[in-house]
């Protein structure tokens, strides 16, 4: 079966930056637009940032100017680039992938599990 893991969080100081990874496993036919998700304690998952097979992006406001998302196709992994972080950054990142298995299933949205960030002040 088709496996997201998460990579890179931690704990870091405010103003430094992180490296969030996302490889996808199993046998995958093609994989369409990516995603970061995040949600902070007490408060709704928010949509951080997406890519799109080929290559275009988007970001919340909140993260503009600071995070970069990019994708390794040959991989199947996605990244997110965290500069300057805040405090206010701290969450459980997720990925999220728009997977097609097979030339005969329809494609389908992949979650991982998760990775904690927390930025200390």
């Known amino acids: 079966q088709v496996r997201l893991v998460e990579s890179g969080g931690g704990l870091v100081q405010a103003g430094g930056s992180r490296r969030l990874s996302c490889a996808a496993s199993g046998v995958i036919f093609r994989i369409d637009a990516m995603a970061w998700y995040r949600q902070a304690p007490g408060k709704q998952r928010e949509l951080v940032a997406t890519i799109t097979n080929s290559g275009s992006t988007n970001y919340a406001d909140s993260v503009k100017g600071r995070f970069t998302v990019s994708r390794d196709n040959a991989k199947n992994t996605v990244y997110l680039q965290m500069n300057s972080l805040k405090p206010e950054d701290t969450a459980v990142y997720y990925c999220?992938?728009?997977?097609?298995?097979?030339?005969?299933?329809?494609?389908?949205?992949?979650w991982g599990q998760g990775t904690q960030v927390t930025v200390s002040s």
């Open positions: 999220n992938m728009f997977i097609k298995l097979s030339v005969l299933t329809p494609a389908h949205d992949y």
